[in-house]
């Protein structure tokens, strides 16, 4: 079993940077791959990032491509979603899993629960 605590989002404007960070509990945090999605007022929760269990290989959706960084530190049981240049259609509820690299959240075994991330314009 996996405990995630997501935590660092917070309001910010247009252009700015915020990092968040994914808390995993357990040791086997770190034999796992991890995700971010996010989900917006009125919509499906979406895929935003991806790495594996080691953090060696990382996948983006187009939409945050070049702009958000995902990291994995498995000494401090900690994952990262390093996001800049902001938009406000980045504005959403964002969300770390554990268990896959998919885009499809289905294959994910352990959520977060949510961090807000609110971009104004």
């Known amino acids: 079993q996996v405990q995630l605590v997501a935590t660092g989002g917070g309001l910010v404007q247009a252009g700015g940077s915020l990092r968040l960070s994914c808390a995993g509990s357990?040791?086997?945090?770190?034999?796992?791959?991890m995700g971010w999605f996010r989900q917006a007022p009125g919509k499906e929760r979406e895929f935003v990032a991806s790495?594996?269990?080691?953090?060696?290989?990382?996948y983006y959706a187009d939409s945050v491509k070049g702009r958000f960084t995902i990291s994995k530190d498995n000494a401090k049981n900690t994952g990262y979603l390093q996001m800049n240049s902001l938009k406000s259609e980045d504005t959403a509820v964002y969300y770390c899993?554990?268990?896959?690299?998919?885009?499809?959240?289905?294959?994910?075994?352990?959520w977060g629960q949510g961090t807000q991330v609110t971009v104004s314009s």
């Open positions: 357990g040791r086997m945090f770190s034999s796992y791959a």
């Open positions: 899993a554990a268990g896959s690299t998919s885009e499809d959240r289905s294959r994910y075994l352990y």
């Open positions: 790495t594996t269990f080691s953090g060696s290989r990382t």
